[in-house]
């Protein structure tokens, strides 16, 4: 079995920073999930398709090629990092990725990579489900406003202009979602180490993290 690290939490928890960081020291591929998600929900909704269409988004599937370079997300040859992570797909994202089908065929494409990399993976479900033999699990958290408070710097630093209070209300609507779909949500899985971030700066966490995997 290939090298693997599960890295999950709710939205702004640091999960794809971290995960970025230490997928350049160990030298593991670092595969972002919720872009992925996103990347099918940014398709969907240039195409005009609801989440209701689950035969739609079978067949948008199965006609997607997705693939990270670089820690860049590609989707039919167009790199979509940036445009993934706009509040249009963020607003969308939840309900897309909370219908079955999706989550099995993104589930099948990101155990693919895994089989054939080393990999560090973010998302949600990753060490209860699609890595559930991960060597390394770890549950990322932090409080909603600590959160949003670093989506809203993230954007700002962008050059987006957001409302503080609209992010922390779609965290806040997210995170009900995504913990209480009934296909795989969000959760932490039994043997996962959790690391509260509210308080520590990201060389903390990632410091956190590496002395257990050093350990
Ligand atoms: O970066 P952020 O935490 O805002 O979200 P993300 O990791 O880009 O994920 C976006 C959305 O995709 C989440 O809110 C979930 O609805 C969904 N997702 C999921 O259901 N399962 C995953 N493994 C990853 C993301």
Known sequence: ??????????????KSTIAKIIGERLNLMYINTGAMYRAITLKALREN?????????????EGTELYFEDDQLFMDGENI????????????????AAVPKVRRM?????????????????????GTVVL???EFKF????S??????????????????????????DIKRRDHIDSTRETDPLAKADDAIEID???????EVVEKIMNYVNK
Not at 86 to 91: A, F
Not at 110 to 124: L, N, P
């Open 1 to 14: 079995m290939n090298k693997n690290i599960a890295i999950d939490g709710p939205a702004g928890s640091g």
């Open 49 to 61: 398709i609801s989440y209701t269409s689950v035969d739609k988004l079978e067949k948008l599937i």
């Open 81 to 96: 990092s940036q445009e993934i992570i706009l509040p249009e797909t963020s607003n969308n994202v939840s309900n897309y």
């Open 106 to 126: 993104l589930v099948k494409k990101m155990q693919d990579m895994a089989k054939k990399f080393d990999v560090i993976m973010d998302g949600r479900d990753i």
């Open 132 to 134: 559930k033999d991960a």
């Open 139 to 142: 549950f990322l958290s932090a």
């Open 144 to 169: 909603a406003e600590e959160r949003a408070n670093r989506r809203f710097n993230e954007y700002k630093n962008n050059g987006v202009e957001v409302d503080y209070n609209e992010l922390l209300e």
């Open 197 to 203: 971030s509210t308080k520590l700066t990201i060389d």
